[in-house]
């Protein structure tokens, strides 16, 4: 297997798709990316390194680097990876089509929290399966009389939604697991001190309204798919679709 260092800045998957030299090989980019997830799930994202990779996968230390170069390298393979358990059904319309990846990127990223901590290149990478999943959706904004811009502007609010609001989410569920707490209860006992003060400054009517008589401050799935909802309909409602 080529690596790198054969043609400096060549796609790792233009690599990974020229055949492999030796007919019998120990490794492979597949049990590469299954070893590298079962670490981050299990431990985070800090774990995955490529020496505790090669532990992981009982080979020498040097052995990824025949697939990857480095951690950058890791991360896309073990991104694409986890993206192909999302497949989009065919034969829907635009706002089912964009309801439905959203719904299945959040459980996605619920199994594999670590997406949302991803480093910028690793969060921005184009990798085979998720430029699939880019191309089904575009595909079902395609002859509604949008331009380009306009279908890429969908395709991307819809995404930013779904990862602002799963940053959140895990973020709560980190804390909570960090720290010991139960539910959501515990959560706001344990801040109650702050948000006590931020009220009784009297410069938060509205959130208090809110504090006192929201009803699903713990329904994680209610909150998302409703946020959703009313940011389908208000591209809906732009653009005339």
Excluded: C
Excluded at 214 to 236: C, M, S, V
């Amino acid at each position: 297997m080529a690596t790198e260092k054969d043609n400096p800045g060549e796609p790792l998957w233009a690599r990974l798709e020229r055949p492999a030299p030796a007919p019998r090989q120990t490794l492979s980019p597949q049990r590469i990316a299954t070893a590298a997830v079962k670490i981050a799930d299990a431990e985070g994202l800090d774990a995955v390194t490529m020496r505790r990779l090669a532990t992981e996968l009982g080979v020498a230390p040097m052995a990824p680097y025949r697939y990857v170069s480095g951690k950058d390298d890791l991360l896309e393979l073990m991104v694409n990876h986890v993206y192909d358990d999302l497949r989009l059904p065919g034969n829907l319309g635009w706002r089912e089509t964009m309801r439905a990846l959203a719904l299945q990127t959040r459980k996605l990223m619920l199994r594999h929290v670590w997406l949302a901590q991803l480093p910028p290149t690793a969060m921005l990478s184009l990798t085979p399966n998720r430029m699939a999943i880019a191309e089904k959706a575009l595909s079902a904004l395609d002859g509604l009389g949008l331009d380009a811009d306009a279908m890429m502007s969908v395709f991307r609010a819809v995404d930013a939604y779904v990862h602002g609001a799963m940053t959140y989410e895990i973020a709560v569920q980190n804390l909570m697991r960090q720290q010991g707490w139960s539910d959501g209860g515990k959560l706001r006992s344990e801040l109650a001190p702050q948000m006590i003060w931020h009220m009784q400054t009297g410069r938060y009517p509205t959130f208090q309204h809110y504090l006192g008589t929201a009803t699903r401050k713990d329904d994680a799935r209610w909150q998302f798919e409703t946020g959703l909802d009313y940011a389908l309909d208000g591209i809906a409602a732009g653009l005339d679709i």
